[in-house]
């Protein structure tokens, strides 16, 4: 979605990121930072970003008016930290402690807060916004999907070079202020930047639905008015 989200937001996002770099769920390389987790629990201004109308109006023709943001998360691509990602789904989600339920797993633990796979039927009922900070295009990292392939778990790196033989790829250029729309199970991958600055992006996770109890999803940000 084309400047989905204005200038003076964007400045308060990163305002508010660069005040929190040395929290623990800040990730740091040669005094770069490059990544950070939770946050919707951390970062007030990402806690308002994510039950904004502008986003809601985004997530609930998907997902509909009970869907909640459950995870955000921080990138950047910089000269620091400057790293290629393969084809790859989200197929983690982030909850407040451990139980072991049937279908769930395998568990980890990342910035001290518990993951697991849950079954695809969860990860179908979910949706991922990415803000960006900065423009992008192929040359400095942007996202590249394979069109349509969230239709399956993929399991290896050769299936995901059959799907993308077979369906081609599209790489996500953006500018400053869009966001990018896509579901979880959706194969995407990122290079290099050939002339690394920054490549902000605020990821945002939704989902339509509570977890089997006793499983809570550990951040939970509901829209606080219907569209």
């Excluded at 990602?85 to 279908?103: F, P, Y």
């Amino acid at each position: 979605m084309r400047r989905a989200v204005d200038d003076g937001t964007l400045i308060s996002i990163e305002d508010a990121i660069t005040a929190n770099h040395d929290s623990s769920v800040g990730r740091e390389r040669n005094g770069s930072l490059f990544g950070m987790r939770n946050l919707l629990a951390t970062i007030p201004e990402v806690r308002e970003l994510a039950s904004s109308k502008g986003l809601r109006r985004l997530v609930v023709p998907v997902l509909g008016r009970s869907a909640a943001a459950v995870r955000g998360l921080y990138f950047d691509k910089t000269r620091a930290a400057n790293w290629k990602l393969g084809w790859h789904q989200d197929k983690a989600i982030a909850v407040r402690s451990r139980v072991d339920v049937d279908g769930y797993g395998p568990w980890s633990v990342k910035a001290g807060v518990h993951h697991v796979f849950p079954p695809k039927d969860i990860l179908r009922q979910m949706l991922t916004l990415r803000v960006h900070l900065d423009a992008c295009d192929a040359t400095t990292g942007a996202l590249k999907v394979i069109p349509g392939s969230h239709d399956r778990v993929v399991e290896s790196e050769s299936e995901f070079s059959s799907i993308a033989d077979a369906r081609g790829v599209v790489s996500c250029d953006v500018e400053r202020g869009d966001v990018v729309i896509m579901r979880p199970l959706i194969g995407h991958a990122s290079d290099k930047c050939e002339n690394p600055n920054h490549r902000r992006v605020v990821h945002i996770e939704y989902a339509s639905h509570d977890l089997p109890k006793p499983l809570v999803w550990n951040e939970y940000v509901p829209f606080a008015t219907a569209v």
